[in-house]
């Protein structure tokens, strides 16, 4: 409390300088001037709050590490708080341990032998003897008759549809299945010999047939 007690001073000093400074002056204008004075500069009135405001926060500042400093210096007591389950824990019965009862094993006979009861034969009752069948008779299996040959196949004279003809005595030509022959023209081969105004002749192995348009 003396430190800010001093700074308290302090600042109302600083506060009082210029008017002291100020009345010096005007008694010094009042008396017959020997020779010029020289202005001074006052300082302005913010200048001076601001100081003071400086002082004063560096006495708090002072007075902060002061305390601080000091409450280091003595030894911290620590409360140590007893809660109900700490109590209840401390006032507990001790645990006892409890012996657990040994197990005694039982003691057991050592086996009887039992005598095993004779075993009981069956009779068996004699079976006929097994007398060998005699030698049937094998059946003979009878041939199967060889199956007859086929004959081959005749060849057939090959189907011709004769649809049109279109007779010229220098290049006739026939139209047959759908396609157009001349003489010497061969269709499935039916090779056709020769083309009339209303018939064709055709041959197939020596066999002739004649094909005639449709009335």
């Known amino acids: 409390?003396?430190?800010?007690?001093?700074?308290?001073?302090?600042?109302?000093?600083?506060?009082?300088?210029?008017?002291?400074?100020?009345?010096?002056?005007?008694?010094?204008?009042?008396?017959?001037?020997?020779?010029p004075v020289e202005a001074r500069p006052q300082p302005t009135s913010s200048a001076v709050y601001i100081l003071s405001a400086a002082l004063v926060f560096v006495l708090l500042g002072a007075v902060a590490l002061f305390w601080m400093w000091s409450n280091s210096r003595q030894p911290?007591?620590?409360?140590?708080?007893?809660?109900?389950?700490?109590?209840?824990?401390?006032?507990?019965?001790?645990?006892?341990?409890?012996a657990k009862p040994v197990e005694i094993a039982a003691s057991v006979p050592p086996p009887v032998a039992v005598a095993s009861a004779p075993a009981v034969v069956a009779n068996e009752t004699p079976q006929p003897p097994i007398v060998a069948a005699e030698n049937s008779p094998t059946l003979i299996k009878e041939p199967t008759p060889a199956p007859e040959p086929v004959a081959p196949a005749v060849p057939q004279f090959p189907t011709l549809k004769l649809q049109g003809i279109f007779y010229n005595s220098v290049k006739p030509a026939v139209l047959i299945n759908g396609?157009?022959?001349?003489?010497?023209?061969?269709?499935?081969?039916?090779?056709?010999?020769?083309?009339?105004?209303?018939?064709?002749?055709?041959?197939?192995?020596?066999?002739?047939?004649?094909?005639?348009?449709?009335?």
């Open 179 to 215: 396609k157009t022959y001349s003489i010497g023209g061969v269709v499935s081969g039916v090779q056709i010999t020769k083309i009339e105004s209303d018939k064709v002749t055709v041959k197939w192995n020596d066999e002739i047939r004649v094909l005639e348009t449709a009335q």
């Open 1 to 35: 409390m003396s430190l800010i007690n001093d700074a308290l001073k302090r600042a109302k000093e600083a506060q009082n300088e210029p008017q002291s400074q100020a009345q010096t002056q005007q008694r010094k204008v009042s008396e017959p001037a020997m020779r």
């Open 76 to 98: 911290g007591v620590v409360a140590q708080t007893i809660t109900p389950v700490d109590l209840a824990k401390t006032n507990a019965t001790p645990l006892v341990p409890i």
